[in-house]
């Protein structure tokens, strides 16, 4: 009697479920397009040029035991690259791939009903809670 499986086994049980697994997440991707949501796959290395009015920005603290926080803006897009409009959330977060580490000073120059363009990195999905990384900002309008 034999005990366990083959090499050939194995490597046929692992293709099917990879199989399945390529199927529903291909189906998960189109799910999410379709209601709107984003899609649960997003590319943090996506980048994008938004101009934007500030609504609101605010502060989330980090649990404690953890430095730093979260900041985000909750804005009406007006111009975006990958041709979003109307309201969006942001985030800024220090970011060792742009060499970015100053996000408090970042947030700390937003003031709400200014517009401002700003380059991102990231890509938003209310499925998987993700939001677009403002990386630079610049000033360009004051409130009507």
Same mark, same amino acid.
């Given at each position: 009697?034999?005990?366990? #499986?083959?090499?050939i086994e194995l490597l046929v049980a692992? =293709?099917?479920? !990879? +199989?399945?697994?390529? $199927?529903?997440?291909?189906?998960?991707?189109?799910?999410?397009?379709?209601?709107?949501?984003?899609?649960?796959?997003?590319?943090?290395?996506?980048?994008?040029?938004?101009? #934007?009015?500030?609504?609101?920005?605010?502060?989330?603290? =980090?649990?404690? !035991? +953890?430095?730093?926080? $979260?900041?985000?803006?909750?804005?009406?897009?007006?111009?975006?690259?990958?041709?979003?409009?109307?309201?969006?959330?942001?985030?800024?977060?220090?970011?060792?791939?742009?060499?970015?580490?100053?996000?408090?000073?970042?947030?700390?120059?937003?003031?709400?009903?200014?517009?401002?363009?700003?380059?991102?990195?990231?890509?938003?999905?209310?499925?998987?809670?993700?939001?677009?990384?403002?990386?630079?900002?610049?000033?360009?309008?004051?409130?009507?």
């Amino acid at each position: 009697m034999r005990k366990g #499986f083959t090499l050939i086994e194995l490597l046929v049980a692992i =293709a099917i479920l !990879g +199989v399945v697994v390529f $199927v529903a997440g291909g189906a998960m991707f189109r799910s999410c397009a379709a209601t709107g949501q984003g899609s649960i796959l997003v590319n943090p290395f996506h980048e994008s040029t938004v101009v #934007f009015k500030v609504v609101k920005s605010y502060a989330i603290a =980090a649990p404690e !035991g +953890v430095a730093g926080s $979260v900041y985000r803006v909750f804005a009406q897009v007006l111009q975006d690259t990958d041709g979003n409009l109307g309201e969006e959330t942001f985030e800024i977060r220090d970011s060792w791939l742009d060499g970015k580490m100053m996000s408090a000073d970042l947030f700390g120059k937003l003031q709400d009903q200014h517009t401002y363009r700003a380059n991102c990195r990231g890509e938003r999905s209310g499925v998987a809670s993700s939001f677009r990384g403002i990386v630079s900002l610049e000033h360009i309008a004051e409130p009507e």
